[in-house]
Protein backbone atom coordinates (compact mmCIF):
# COMPACT_ATOMS: atom_id res chain seq x y z
CA UNK A 1 0.00 0.00 0.00
CA UNK A 2 1.86 3.63 -1.02
CA UNK A 3 1.77 5.82 2.22
CA UNK A 4 3.49 9.06 0.44
CA UNK A 5 0.00 11.06 0.61
CA UNK A 6 0.91 13.11 -2.96
CA UNK A 7 1.27 9.96 -4.74
CA UNK A 8 -2.06 8.31 -3.05
CA UNK A 9 -3.99 11.81 -4.04
CA UNK A 10 -2.43 11.78 -7.42
CA UNK A 11 -4.04 8.11 -7.61
CA UNK A 12 -7.47 9.26 -6.66
CA UNK A 13 -7.56 12.04 -9.04
CA UNK A 14 -8.98 11.02 -12.97
CA UNK A 15 -6.54 11.03 -15.66
CA UNK A 16 -6.60 14.40 -16.83
CA UNK A 17 -6.61 16.12 -13.09
CA UNK A 18 -3.88 14.22 -12.39
CA UNK A 19 -1.33 15.46 -15.21
CA UNK A 20 -3.21 19.17 -14.54
CA UNK A 21 -1.34 18.48 -10.72
CA UNK A 22 1.73 16.44 -11.69
CA UNK A 23 2.56 19.85 -13.85
CA UNK A 24 2.56 22.09 -10.20
CA UNK A 25 5.61 22.28 -8.16
CA UNK A 26 6.18 19.18 -5.38
CA UNK A 27 5.63 22.32 -2.97
CA UNK A 28 1.97 22.51 -4.40
CA UNK A 29 1.09 19.25 -4.53
CA UNK A 30 1.79 18.64 -0.96
CA UNK A 31 -0.41 21.33 -0.25
CA UNK A 32 -3.18 19.51 -2.16
CA UNK A 33 -2.38 16.82 -1.46
CA UNK A 34 -2.88 17.92 3.07
CA UNK A 35 -5.88 19.68 1.71
CA UNK A 36 -7.32 16.06 0.19
CA UNK A 37 -6.51 14.31 4.11
CA UNK A 38 -8.02 17.09 5.64
CA UNK A 39 -11.39 17.06 3.29
CA UNK A 40 -11.35 13.17 3.80
CA UNK A 41 -11.44 13.61 7.41
CA UNK A 42 -13.44 16.37 8.37
CA UNK A 43 -16.22 16.13 5.44
CA UNK A 44 -19.33 14.41 7.39
CA UNK A 45 -20.61 13.96 3.83
CA UNK A 46 -18.18 11.67 2.60
CA UNK A 47 -18.72 9.44 5.40
CA UNK A 48 -21.10 7.35 4.69
CA UNK A 49 -19.25 7.03 1.16
CA UNK A 50 -16.44 6.21 2.60
CA UNK A 51 -17.44 3.49 3.96
CA UNK A 52 -19.59 1.61 1.47
CA UNK A 53 -16.84 2.53 -1.47
CA UNK A 54 -13.49 4.09 -0.60
CA UNK A 55 -11.99 4.84 -3.43
CA UNK A 56 -15.15 6.71 -5.05
CA UNK A 57 -14.83 8.61 -1.53
CA UNK A 58 -11.78 9.41 -2.12
CA UNK A 59 -11.59 10.46 -5.45
CA UNK A 60 -14.66 12.68 -4.68
CA UNK A 61 -12.77 14.52 -2.20
CA UNK A 62 -9.71 14.92 -4.55
CA UNK A 63 -11.87 16.27 -6.99
CA UNK A 64 -13.13 18.79 -4.88
CA UNK A 65 -9.86 19.84 -3.53
CA UNK A 66 -8.35 20.37 -7.57
CA UNK A 67 -11.64 22.05 -8.14
CA UNK A 68 -10.73 24.76 -5.23
CA UNK A 69 -7.02 24.99 -6.68
CA UNK A 70 -8.01 25.73 -10.58
Do not use: C, I
Amino acid sequence: METDTVTRFLHALNPTSREDVRQLPREQQEKMAAAWEDYLRDDTDLLTLSELDPPAAESKAAEHVVGEYF
